[in-house]
Structures are given as C-alpha cells and as structure tokens.
C-alpha cells in the first residue's frame, strides 16, 4: 500500500484553544504560547513529532475521551466535573480568575458587584461556569452572562460599552487588556485555580511520561525559561 511520500512518523496530537494569550494563540500560521512550548517538549522527549488541533475550547475535553488528540494543553484549570471526564496531570501553573471593567467604572470592586450586570466569558471556561453558578438565593441576584466563542470578543465588547464586566484568568487578560482602550483588570481576589494537561481517562502511561516530565523541566530550568520568556517573569 502507499501511504504517500513523507515516511510514517510517530505523531502526538495536542488539543488546544488558541484564543488564549500568552499560553497558546495564532501568529500568522502559527499556533504559539507557553503551552505549546510544553506541548514540544513533551513530544520530543517521548520521541514523537507534535501535531496541533485547534478547536473550540469546550470541546476539548470531548476530544480527548474520544481519542481525536492525545492530550489537551489549554491553560486548562483542573475541575471536580472535568476529572469525571479525563484524567489531569500534575499542575503546571497556579492562575485566578480576574474581572475586568471600564476605566471609569468604580461601581464593580468585587465578584458580588456582578450581580445583575450583563457579564463577558468564554464558552466553557471555569469563569463562566462561576457566573453563571450565581442563584438568586445564595447571592441577592442573578447575574446576565453573556458567552462568546474568545475571551478577546468579551473584552472587545466591553471595551465599546456593550457588556459591564469580563471575567477571565488573570494571565490572558493582560494580554488581551492591553489591546483595548478604556479598560482595566480590577485588582480584588479572586478565584484561585490550577492548570495542568488532560488525558483520555485510563491512559496512565502517557499520564505518567507527561508528569516525569513536567518534573524535569521544572528541575533543569527550562520551565523558568519559559515563564522568563511569556510571563517576563
Ligand atoms: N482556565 C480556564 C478554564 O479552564 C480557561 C481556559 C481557556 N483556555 C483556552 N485555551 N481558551 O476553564
């Protein structure tokens, strides 16, 4: 049989939202970040070549059960209801949840403000999931969440007065904050969250290379290049 002209090569398939600055995001072609440095790494080291499938967020955790890619790398926080469905790694970076608002907004200091606002996230992501968790019962009001496919549309949304609040992980929203006029990362705490890679539930040996090698990036010193290199810090 011919299997075309390039040899066969053993490919690992990384699933990711490239919507989410520094960790994973398109420059011209290409998808770049943090995540998919890691991504790299861990293929190389497994002596495999990398392949990227980009999707929509809140399908990843479905891809990685079916077995369309072999692990998820998406700043993807570690979840009571998400470990039902894949099996996470050991953290690889400890985030929050920030809020973002208008410059001039001194209204929103705190997650409670949100209440009756109409509120940016994304599809899926643990920010919406909080949100949109906000009963009348336990918290006075309800709050209008308003999903969009990337953090990025939210902000922009917010930023033409459409919206009156973004909630998002701390990391991204800088990022993104910074390419929009007239809007600020509101200091309060927040929700703390962890991210760590996803495997098809049961697939304990790709599991454990991955943690091995999570290890060893972090003992060698390429891990803190990488967050010199993303996080300039
Ligand atoms: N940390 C959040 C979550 O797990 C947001 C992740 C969004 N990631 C992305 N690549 N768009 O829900």
Redesign the pocket.
Known sequence: TFTGCSKSEDVIVMG?????PP??EIQGNEIVGF?VDISKIIAEKLGKTLKVEDME?NQ?LGAVASGKVDFVA????V?EE?AKQVDFSDNYFA?K?VIIVKEDNDNIVEAEDLVDKKVGV?L??????FVSGYTSEENGGTIEVIQFD??ALAVAELSLGKIDAVV??EE?AKKIVANYEGVKIIEAPFIN?N?ALAVKKGNTELLEDINEILAEIQADGTYDALCEKYFGK
């Open positions: 990711t939202n490239a919507t989410f960790f994973e995540d967020f990843l998406a700043g993807m926080t979840d998400r985030s949840q994304q899926g992501t643990t920010g919406d999931i990337k953090g998002l992980d991204p969250e991210y």
